[in-house]
C-alpha cells in the first residue's frame, strides 16, 4: 500500500524558533493535509491542499503541495509553547475507495521549549 | 454545529473480554465514518470506514468488528480482546465528497491486561 515518509520524528526547539518538517511518497496524491494533534486528543485538520506547487497559510503556518505531487512541507514560524504536539501529514489519492481513504505519515512530534 | 462524541475516554479490560466502543455525530447527515487505531508509535491506522448505514469496509484483518446500525452512529467492538488489543482509538467523521477532512473525536485510550 502507499507510504508516505515523514521527517523528522520528533524536534526539540526553543520557543521563537521556525520549524520545518516534510513528508515523501513513493506514489502520487492529489491531495495533501496537514493535521495537529494536542496529548490525548484526536488529531485535527490545519490546512489542506489541492493543487501542485499551491501554498497555503494558516496564521504563523505555512504548508505547500510539492510540485511532483509526491511530497509536501509544512513550516511553522516563531513558535510558541502552544505548538506542542505530533504533527500528522496526509495524503488521499483519487479513484475508487481511495476517495474516502486517507494515508497518514508516522508524525512528528514537537517540543518548544520556552 | 456538528460534533463528535466518542466513549469511553479510558478503558481498561482483561484479555478474552468482549468490546464495545460507540461513536456518534450530531449537526450532519450521510457522513463517512471511520475507526482508527493509534498505536505507541504515534501512526494512525485505519481499520474501518463506512459510507452508509449498514455498509463496512475493513482495512486490516484483525480481531475487530465494526458495525453502523445508524446513520450517525458506529460501533467498534470485539468477542474477545488480545493483548494486541490495546491502543488509542479514534472515531472520526467527514462530510460527503469532503472526505480528506477528518473530524476526530477525542478518543478512548483501551488497556488490554
Known amino acids: 500500500g502507499q507510504q508516505l515518509n515523514q521527517s523528522p520524528q520528533s524536534m526539540f526547539i526553543q520557543e521563537g524558533e521556525d520549524v520545518s518538517m516534510n513528508c515523501t511518497s513513493s506514489s502520487i496524491f492529489n491531495t495533501w493535509l496537514w493535521y495537529k494533534q494536542d496529548p490525548g486528543e484526536g488529531p485535527v485538520l490545519l490546512i489542506a491542499?489541492?493543487?501542485?506547487?499551491e501554498l497555503t497559510s494558516n496564521g504563523r503556518l505555512t504548508a505547500q503541495f510539492g510540485i511532483t505531487r509526491k511530497d509536501s512541507f509544512l513550516n511553522i514560524s516563531a513558535s510558541i509553547p502552544s505548538d506542542v504536539g505530533i504533527y500528522f501529514c496526509?495524503?488521499?489519492?483519487?479513484?475508487?475507495?481511495?476517495?474516502?481513504?486517507?494515508?497518514f505519515g508516522k508524525g512528528t512530534l514537537l517540543t518548544v521549549n520556552p | 454545529s456538528q460534533t463528535i462524541h466518542q466513549w469511553p475516554a479510558t478503558l481498561v479490560q482483561p484479555v478474552g473480554s468482549p468490546l464495545s466502543l460507540e461513536c456518534t455525530v450530531e449537526g450532519t447527515s450521510n457522513p463517512n465514518l471511520y475507526w482508527y487505531r493509534q498505536a505507541a508509535g504515534r501512526g494512525l491506522q485505519l481499520l474501518f470506514y463506512s459510507v452508509g448505514i449498514g455498509q463496512i469496509s475493513s482495512e486490516v484483518p484483525q480481531n475487530l468488528s465494526a458495525s453502523r446500525p445508524q446513520d450517525r452512529q458506529f460501533i467498534l467492538s470485539s468477542k474477545k480482546l488480545l493483548l494486541s488489543d490495546s491502543g488509542f482509538y479514534l472515531c472520526?467523521?467527514?462530510?460527503?465528497?469532503?472526505?480528506?477532512?477528518?473530524?476526530f473525536g477525542s478518543g478512548t485510550q483501551l488497556s488490554v491486561l
Open positions: 496526509a495524503g488521499r489519492s483519487n479513484g475508487g475507495g481511495s476517495n474516502y481513504k486517507l494515508t
Open positions: 472520526a467523521w467527514s462530510a460527503r465528497g469532503l472526505s480528506e477532512k477528518l473530524f
Open positions: 491542499l489541492y493543487k501542485a506547487g
